[in-house]
């Protein structure tokens, strides 16, 4: 498997290579990464691959990481003081951590929904269009054509149509969660990584998201941390399984569910602990 | 491949993490902010340094006030150094700079003039802004006894501090005995009796007290409260300590009170309903639980609320009397080392030694307060540190 | 039909006998509240009751006029627009101040480290610092030192003393140093109130430290920074012995020109009036008077003050 172009550092984003829909390409390569806070530990040499176009699952009991792993993908965790890494994290053949990457890039390029929904305290519109604003897109036909767009593909539009101006903290929190994830794909990043977004939702706007997302893989390559271990059998395609910061298991959602191989992960999916 | 990379890089000042190339506009906002925020800091030491710098020469005991003096002959002119020069005719540095050699020479010559008139008195060679004229009584020529007397206009200027200090105090203490326990009881009520209703309406009334400018308190005190007084008790001087305490205590009373009811609420309500579900009445509650857990914070209220009362101008100025005697008797008119410099800095000669005697003690006020404040502080911080569990 | 129990166990819940201490305890405070309400009503009310009569809009909008001190003649308009002027000045120093302070402090320092925490040290201080003391340091550092050295530096030749003297501009500089701490830390608390997640949003979605402080957070902190202000100037409106020796003059034939005029000042008329004027029985009109306009003036700045931090306070916990 060729190594992809390493991203390099100009005004404009570039595509990763890899479009085909089926290609399964490595695109986040994890290497013995570590991450400490202080005294604790939270994530101890963990080493795997993430695909195109999938979304992977990760799942385990609270406290075990999963959150952090997940940060550690577009540097979130660059906010904290004491925060120390080992190992790498490259995304398209690039260790994210180094030097020469600029992390506000980055985060343009690797998208992130939060667990609790964060729309800013403007309309709609502007909601959707800050992302695109940073970016340098001026012209009001532009940004009300992305907006539309992006509203769209979060199946928010036809709700929200009438309204654009109103405030995005009128909405309902299902709506203001798809509110978040338009605002995110807005900007058309590579990846998204969910932060457990509909653990605050009512089931039916649960199932809304979980159908967006499945929509989505068509087009993003998304990574999602649930503590709902139905709803990642029912929308990823990978898991990954994880205990007090080590990676236990990774592989297809499938045969995780069904068939694990450690007894760990065994435990944990047929509801023996956690 | 795998190699070592802290997270967090810090590119270049203090504190302002990044870990990506700004563009040199918010970079430069950045260190602005940054500098803007060192502000505060300047200010303080600014203030320390100018008060200082002006009343540094009379700590020292460099400023000589006798009339009296060894006089230096003219013809020594040139015998001297600058510094012994400057200090003899009184001179700063800069005006001692500014000064042509004839200059110097007139201003000797009237020096050894002015000595000779003024040595008839007893007390001519006595130099009055010497520390021990400053703090310890002295027997001036005239007088019966020792004294302590602040009289800086006269042919012997006085400067002695004890009775501007007794009257601060004074004062203070008239103001803290009338105010401390009226505004921690009602703190208590406030904070955890009154019923949320009642709450709303008289936390926000008696912090209004808060909103009246110390001037209009004085004006009240001159025009209502003196005359009041006196008509009712009848005792001789109309301005005195009781009544400018009184005035102060108005004054302090939102102090005291906004940071004891802080320092009451801010106690975990968990405690509160422990007591209560034992059995304990409200009042029970607060007097046997409560404040014994707010001591610290309540402490803090009463010695920022000395702090104020120490340092209030207005009020004192308008309504103590501003009579500077030494006496213990509350209903005397005094006068406080705020009032004291707040009268007499408009009037005195720049670098006179009565100027820099303001000084002196405006530099004792700031220490004062300076302490107060920082003992407040540190109690606070322990309190903080005390109920997230880290002691 | 009353159960057989229902009297013993009235009985059982009632108390042995009548609890003097917790009675006592609680009368007591309450009637401290309720003293202090008092006093803030006898002295507002009286103020009110002999300062309202005179009260007029030609008092307020006219100048001195012939007789200073008779109050149907004379006006207050110099000492008004005096201490709206000096406490404008104030405001355009101390605002942006204040809010660099409180956004490094939020959003750059690192917690704890020794640095901030002198800051903070700094700040706290500068809040204790008596009035007086301001003067002093007025005096000493921003008319001599300041004020010298701009004079020897505008007209290095003449020796004038344009600057070197009490100014509006001096005086207004002395205000904005002691009212900094009020400005910090107001505008501090409204910072800390906008929740981590609109940060962490903004930033997630590629914006920088910078851009996201301009454009999230200080937006949602503008009311919070405008009731710091405000109580600022309702502080400094009221405050006299910073201005006596920077700038407060008790007579001035014309209004202050320029930034180097000392002017007249509401306060410092009071201190004046109430301690120096010939006759205190003719004087008594007048001073009520324009006692009644200073309190109103600081008093009506609290209370919107008040009011801005309370909307401010809902529509946060809206957000949350």
């Known amino acids: ?274 | 491949m795998a190699k070592t990379t802290p997270a967090n890089r810090s590119v270049g000042w203090i504190g302002l993490k990044r870990g990506h190339r700004a563009n040199p506009i918010e970079w430069c906002l950045e260190r602005l902010i940054f500098l803007v925020s060192l502000t505060a800091i300047l200010m303080i030491l600014l203030i320390f340094l100018f008060i200082g710098r002006e009343a540094l020469p009379v700590a020292l005991g460099r400023v000589n006030t006798a009339l009296v003096q060894k006089t230096i002959p003219v013809s020594d002119l040139d015998k001297l150094s600058e510094s012994q020069l400057s200090d003899y005719l009184g001179l700063t540095h800069d005006q001692f700079a500014s000064m042509d050699r004839d200059t110097l020479r007139t201003l000797m010559e009237l020096k050894a003039e002015s000595v000779h008139e003024g040595s008839s008195n007893q007390d001519a060679a006595l130099n009055t802004a010497s520390w021990s004229c400053l703090v310890r009584p002295h027997q001036w020529s005239g007088y019966p006894r020792p004294e302590f007397i602040w009289q800086p206009v006269g042919e012997i200027p006085k400067y002695n501090l004890v009775p501007l200090i007794i009257g601060s105090l004074k004062v203070s203490v008239v103001a803290l005995v009338f105010s401390v326990p009226l505004a921690l009881a009602a703190a208590i009520y406030v904070a955890q009796m009154a019923r949320p209703r009642i709450r709303e309406v008289a936390k926000p009334v008696i912090e209004l007290l808060a909103g009246i400018p110390s001037v209009v308190l004085g004006f009240f005190a001159l025009i209502v409260m003196a005359s009041a007084l006196h008509g009712l008790f009848g005792y001789p001087s109309r301005l005195n300590a009781l009544v400018a305490g009184l005035a102060l205590g108005v004054s302090v009373i939102p102090v005291v009170f906004s940071i004891a009811e802080d320092a009451l609420t801010s106690v975990p309500r968990s405690y509160v309903q422990a007591a209560l579900a034992l059995g304990a009445s409200r009042w029970k509650a607060a007097w046997q639980v409560v404040l014994p857990a707010a001591l610290p914070g309540v402490f803090a209220a009463v010695a920022l609320g000395f702090g104020r009362a120490i340092g209030e101008t207005m009020i004192v100025l308008m309504a103590s009397g501003n009579a500077s005697i030494v006496s213990w008797n509350f209903l005397d008119s005094t006068r406080t080392i705020t009032a004291t410099i707040a009268a007499e800095l408009g009037e005195v000669v720049f670098s006179s030694p009565h100027y820099r005697i303001l000084f002196l003690i405006g530099v004792l006020l700031f220490i004062v307060t300076f302490l107060t404040n920082l003992v407040a502080d540190l109690v606070m911080h322990r309190l903080k540190s005390e109920l997230e569990g880290k002691r | ?320």
């Not at chain 1, 992390?103 to 390029?109: A, F, G, Q, T």
């Not at chain 1, 532009?142 to 509203?151: F, I, K, M, T």
């Not at chain 1, 605050?200 to 159908?211: C, F, G, V």
């Not at chain 3, 430290?209 to 400094?236: C, D, H, N, W, Y």
Request: overall charge positive.
């Open chain 1, 1 to 274: 498997m060729a190594d992809p172009q390493p991203i390099t550092v100009p005004a404009r984003p570039g595509r990763f290579i890899g479009q085909s829909a089926a290609a399964s390409q490595k695109l986040i390569h994890v290497d013995r990464l570590s991450l400490s806070y202080g005294q604790n530990q939270a994530l101890k040499e963990i080493s795997f691959n993430i695909h195109e176009r999938v979304v992977t699952a990760f799942i385990g009991p609270s406290g075990c990481g999963k959150s952090t792993l997940l940060r550690c993908f577009n540097r979130m965790n660059d906010l904290i003081d004491n925060v120390r890494i080992d190992g790498a994290v490259h995304i398209a053949g690039q260790d994210i951590n180094s030097p020469e990457v600029d992390v506000i890039e980055l985060r343009r390029r690797v998208g992130m929904v939060f667990q609790k929904s964060n729309p800013f305290p403007k309309s709609i519109f502007e909601n959707v269009a800050y992302g695109l604003r940073l970016q340098g897109v001026q012209r009001l036909s532009d940004l009300q054509a992305a907006v539309e767009q992006s509203l769209r593909r979060a199946a928010l539009w036809d709700e929200v149509k009438d309204r654009l101006a109103t405030s995005g903290l009128g909405l309902s929190g299902g709506q203001q969660q798809r509110l978040c994830i338009a605002r995110a794909i807005a900007i058309k990043p590579e990846i998204l990584l969910m932060d457990e977004p509909a653990s605050a939702l009512d089931p039916i706007a649960t199932a809304r998201i979980e159908e967006l997302i499945l929509d989505l893989k068509k087009e993003f390559t998304i990574v999602i941390v649930t503590h709902n271990m139905q709803q990642a059998a029912r929308i990823s395609d990978q898991t990954a399984f994880f205990y007090l910061g080590q990676l236990i298991e990774y592989g297809s959602t499938g045969k995780i569910f069904t068939s694990p191989s450690h007894k760990r992960t065994e435990d944990y999916v047929t509801g023996r602990f956690g």
């Open chain 3, 1 to 320: 039909m009353t159960s057989p129990h229902s009297s013993d166990s009235r009985a059982r819940f009632r108390a042995a006998r009548f609890d003097w201490a917790s009675f006592a305890g609680e009368a007591t405070t309450a009637l401290a509240a309720l003293l202090i309400i008092a006093i803030l009503l006898i002295i507002l009310g009286d103020i009110i009751l002999h300062g309202l009569p005179n009260l007029s809009w030609r008092f307020v909008s006219t100048g001195t006029g012939s007789d200073m001190f008779d109050v149907r003649q004379t006006g207050i308009l110099p000492m008004v627009l005096g201490t709206t002027a000096r406490v404008i000045i104030m405001t355009i120093l101390v605002l942006p101040a204040g809010v660099a302070t409180a956004i490094y402090l939020t959003e750059y320092a690192r917690l704890n480290s020794p640095f901030t925490r002198v800051i903070r040290g700094a700040v706290n201080n500068l809040a204790g610092v008596p009035s007086i003391v301001f003067g002093l340091f007025g005096a000493g550092f921003f008319v001599r030192f300041v004020g010298r050295g701009l004079d020897a530096a505008l007209s290095p030749h003449q020796a004038l003393t344009v600057w070197g003297q009490p100014a509006l501009l001096w005086a207004s500089a002395t205000l904005a140093v002691m009212t900094l701490p009020v400005v910090i830390v107001t505008t501090e608390e409204s910072l800390r109130a906008i929740p981590q997640g609109l940060r962490e949003a903004s930033l997630a979605l590629g914006a920088s430290k910078l851009e996201t402080v301009f454009k999230i957070v200080l937006p949602q902190a503008v009311p919070g920074i405008l009731t710091g202000a405000i109580l600022a100037v309702s502080r400094a409106a009221g405050e006299v012995a910073p201005i006596l020796f920077t700038g407060a003059a008790y007579y001035m034939a014309d209004l202050p020109h320029s930034l180097h005029d000392q002017f007249m000042d509401l306060g410092y008329h009071v201190f004046i009036l109430s301690t120096q004027a010939p006759n205190i029985d003719q004087t008594r009109p007048l001073l009520y008077t324009t006692v009644l306009v200073l309190l109103v003036l600081t008093f009506a700045l609290n209370i919107v003050a008040i009011f801005v931090r309370a909307a401010v306070r809902r529509r946060l916990r809206l957000l949350q």
